[in-house]
């Protein structure tokens, strides 16, 4: 039995857009808060998600309580930016 702790997150610029992710997986910490915000149980949120464990998405969401505004920020960025989006494709810009 090994006593060195592994990795819960990785991050690289070349990967899911650099955001921070469960290591070994390209289930990032903002995907797993949406789904959250959204009201799904991290039970919920593990079967949406095989590649990753409850105990990796019980971590995501640590780390998302404890950075909570800058996750929010980038959340609520994201959600502007689509809805921009789907406007200009429905104005034909």
Avoid: K, W
């Avoid at 857009?17 to 039970?43: C, F, M, N, S």
Wanted: hydrophobic share 40%; net charge negative; charged share 20%.
């Amino acid at each position: 039995m090994s006593t060195a702790a592994e990795p819960i997150f990785e991050q690289s610029p070349d990967t899911c857009g650099g955001l921070l992710r469960l290591a070994g997986t390209r289930v990032t910490v903002r995907q797993i808060a949406a789904l959250y915000r959204q009201g799904e149980t991290p039970e919920e949120i593990a079967a949406n998600f095989p590649q990753a464990s409850l105990a990796g998405i019980y971590a995501a969401l640590a780390y998302y309580h404890a950075h909570r505004g800058e996750i929010e920020a980038e959340l609520t960025r994201e959600s502007t930016q689509a809805v921009a989006i789907e406007a200009a494709v429905r104005n034909g810009v």
